[in-house]
C-alpha cells in the first residue's frame, strides 16, 4: 500500500491518507479514510454486510485508484467500523442516506463526485442512491443482491421467522462475533424492492455490475437480473471469482478502474 507522503514516479501526485469524520443525518459520527491525490474528481467507496472500510476489496480498490491519480474515500457506515451508531440487518435505505451526507461532504469541498462503487450490500447501497438522488452519473454495483427475500435462510436457518415472531429477536452468530437480529431490521430488509428501485435509475446514469461465476453467497444470476432492467448498464462478469473475490483482487480493480477510467476521458473530451 502506498505510504502517506510517497510518490509512484516522478509524474505522479502526492498521495496522502487522511481520517475524516462526516455527521450523519440521525447525528451520528461517520469515519473514513481519504486517499487524497489532489484530483477534483472523487470516487466513494461503499463497504458491505457485517464488513468496514478496512475490507480488503475497500482498501485495494482505493490504492488502485489513488496509483491513477484518482482521489477516493472508503467510509464505514453507521453501526459498523468506526462510525457511531447501532448495527442493523436491514438499513439498506438509511445506508442510502448515510452515503448522501458522505457526498453532500465532499461537494460542499467543491469536490466531483466522478463515481459511487460498492460491494456486496454496498452494492445494493449504491443503486438505492442512484434511484432516489440522481445526482451521480457513474455507478459501479460489485456483487449487489438483486432479492433480498433470498438468503435469510442460509444465513439464519429456516426456523428464523418462527423465533422472531416468537421474541421479537434472535442472535446469530460468524465469523467476526455474535449480532442481533431485530423484527423491525429483518422485516426492513425483506420490503427492501431493488428491482422497483431499479426501475428509477435515470438513462443518464451508467452502472457497471461485476460479479464473480463462482460466487458462493450471492448467486451470479441477481446480476443478470440487474442488467435486465437498469436501462444504462453493463455487465461484467469475473470467471471462477468468488464473493470476496479472493483470488481476484487485481481482475477486479482492472474492471473497476477501466470503467471509471472511460467516464473521466468522455469528461475531458467535452467542449
Known amino acids: 500500500m502506498a505510504q502517506p507522503g510517497s510518490t509512484h514516479d516522478a509524474q505522479s501526485p502526492v498521495i496522502q491518507q487522511q481520517n475524516v469524520i462526516i455527521p450523519n ?3 451520528e459520527k461517520l469515519v473514513g479514510t481519504l486517499h487524497e491525490t489532489g484530483s477534483p474528481e472523487i470516487v466513494i467507496l461503499c463497504h458491505g454486510f457485517r464488513s468496514s472500510k478496512e475490507y480488503t476489496i475497500m482498501v485495494n480498490l482505493a490504492v488502485a485508484l489513488e496509483n491513477e ?6 467510509f464505514d457506515f453507521a453501526g459498523n467500523g468506526e462510525s457511531e451508531g447501532s448495527f442493523q440487518i436491514g438499513g439498506y435505505w438509511r445506508e442510502a442516506d448515510d452515503l448522501h451526507a458522505v457526498i453532500q461532504h465532499f461537494r460542499g469541498a467543491k469536490r466531483v463526485i466522478h463515481a459511487i ?5 454496498g452494492g ?6 442512484a434511484s432516489k438522488y440522481h445526482d451521480v452519473h457513474m455507478v459501479l454495483n460489485v456483487s449487489g443482491r438483486y432479492n433480498l427475500k433470498r438468503g435469510t435462510d442460509e444465513y439464519f436457518g429456516k426456523d428464523f421467522f418462527e423465533r422472531i415472531k416468537k421474541d421479537g429477536f434472535f442472535y446469530v452468530k460468524d465469523k467476526t ?4 437480529v431485530t423484527e423491525e431490521g429483518l422485516m426492513d430488509r425483506l420490503s427492501t424492492d ?3 428501485a431499479c426501475l428509477k435509475i435515470e438513462k443518464d446514469c451508467r ?5 464473480g461465476s463462482a460466487d458462493e453467497i450471492i448467486p451470479v444470476e441477481d446480476a443478470v437480473e440487474f442488467a ?8 461484467h462478469i469475473i470467471e471462477g471469482a468468488n464473493h470476496g473475490y479472493t483470488s481476484h483482487q487485481a481482475e477486479l480493480a482492472l474492471v473497476a478502474l477501466n470503467f471509471i477510467r472511460t467516464g473521466l476521458q468522455e469528461g475531458k473530451d467535452k467542449p
Do not use: C, Q
Not at 491519480?69 to 472508503?74: D, K, L, P, V
Not at 462503487?117 to 450490500?121: A, F, Q, V, W
Open 177 to 180: 462475533g455474535s449480532f442481533r
Open 228 to 235: 435486465k432492467i437498469i436501462p444504462n448498464h453493463k455487465l
Open 207 to 211: 452502472v457497471l455490475t461485476i460479479h
Open 194 to 196: 431493488m428491482h422497483e
Open 25 to 27: 443525518n440521525h447525528g
Open 124 to 129: 445494493d447501497v449504491v443503486l438505492l442512491y
Open 117 to 121: 462503487l460498492g460491494h456486496s450490500k
Open 69 to 74: 491519480g484518482i482521489s477516493a474515500f472508503r
